[in-house]
T-cell receptor
C-alpha cells in the first residue's frame, strides 16, 4: 500500500516570503499522480497543483511550484510571495495512475501553514 | 458549474442515534468518494463508487455504516447506531473520467454526544 509522509506538522512564514512544504511517499508503482491540496478553515479541499509521475518537468501554477524527485520519492511544494490567504492546512496526496481497486487519494497528515503579517 | 454539494454541514446527535449525510457530485462525474477526516488528520477513504456500483468499500465499517448511490448520481452515507468515536468530518468528492484530481465538497461535521 502507498503511504504519504509530511514531516512538518506546522510551518510559519512572513508575508511576501517563500516557504517550502515537504512530502515524501512510498510506492512500487511507476505511474501515478501527486497532488497538493489546500484546506482553509472553511474545510473545503481545493486543488493547488498536480504532477503526473511520467512528466519530468516540475508543475507550476502562478506562485505555486513543486520540486518532484521521482527517484527520491519526494514532492515538495514551494509557495512564493506568501499571502495571508495562503494560510491553511496543506495536504500532499498520491493517486495510482491505473485506478482500479487502489483508486482514491492517499493523503499525508497535513502541514498547517501560518502566514505572519 | 456547481461544485460538490453536501448536507447537512453540521450535525449533533446523541450516541446510538442514526444519522445520514447526502452528497450531490458535479454533473457528469461518474466516480464518487466518501472520506472520513478526523481532527488534525488527512482524509481516509471509506468507499468509492463507479456510477452506482461500490467498487472499493474495504475501509467502510459495515457493522454500522452503509452507503448507497441510487441511479449513479446522488449518494447517501448512513451511520446506525452512531458511537462517540464517529465524531469527525465526512467529505464527499467526485472525479470526472480520464483525469486524476478529485473535487471535494465542504464536508459534514458530525458531533456525537
Amino acid at each position: 500500500a502507498q503511504t504519504v509522509t509530511q514531516s512538518q506538522p506546522e510551518m510559519s512564514v512572513q508575508e511576501a516570503e517563500t516557504v517550502t512544504l515537504s512530502c515524501t511517499y512510498d510506492t512500487s508503482e511507476s505511474d501515478y499522480y501527486l497532488f497538493w491540496y489546500k484546506q482553509p478553515p472553511s474545510r473545503q479541499m481545493i486543488l493547488v497543483i498536480r504532477q503526473e509521475a511520467y512528466k519530468q518537468q516540475n508543475a507550476t501554477e502562478n506562485r505555486f511550484s513543486v520540486n518532484f524527485q521521482k527517484a527520491a520519492k519526494s514532492f515538495s511544494l514551494k509557495i512564493s510571495d506568501s499571502q495571508l490567504g495562503d494560510a491553511a492546512m496543506y495536504f500532499c496526496a498520491y493517486r495510482s495512475w491505473t485506478g482500479g481497486g487502489a483508486d482514491g487519494l492517499t493523503f499525508g497528515k497535513g502541514t498547517h501553514l501560518i502566514i505572519q503579517p | 458549474e456547481a461544485g460538490v454539494v453536501q448536507s447537512p454541514r453540521y450535525k449533533i446527535i446523541e450516541k446510538k442515534q442514526p444519522v445520514a449525510f447526502w452528497c450531490n457530485p458535479i454533473s457528469g462525474h461518474n466516480t464518487l468518494y466518501w472520506y472520513l477526516q478526523n481532527l488534525g488528520q488527512g482524509p481516509e477513504l471509506l468507499i468509492r463508487y463507479e456510477n452506482e456500483e461500490a467498487v472499493d468499500d474495504s475501509q467502510l465499517p459495515k457493522d454500522r455504516f452503509s452507503a448507497e448511490r441510487l441511479k449513479g448520481v446522488d449518494s447517501t452515507l448512513k451511520i446506525q447506531p452512531a458511537e462517540l468515536g464517529d465524531s469527525a468530518v465526512y467529505l464527499c468528492a467526485s472525479r470526472p473520467a480520464r483525469t486524476g484530481e478529485l473535487f471535494f465538497g465542504e464536508g459534514s461535521r458530525l458531533t456525537v454526544l
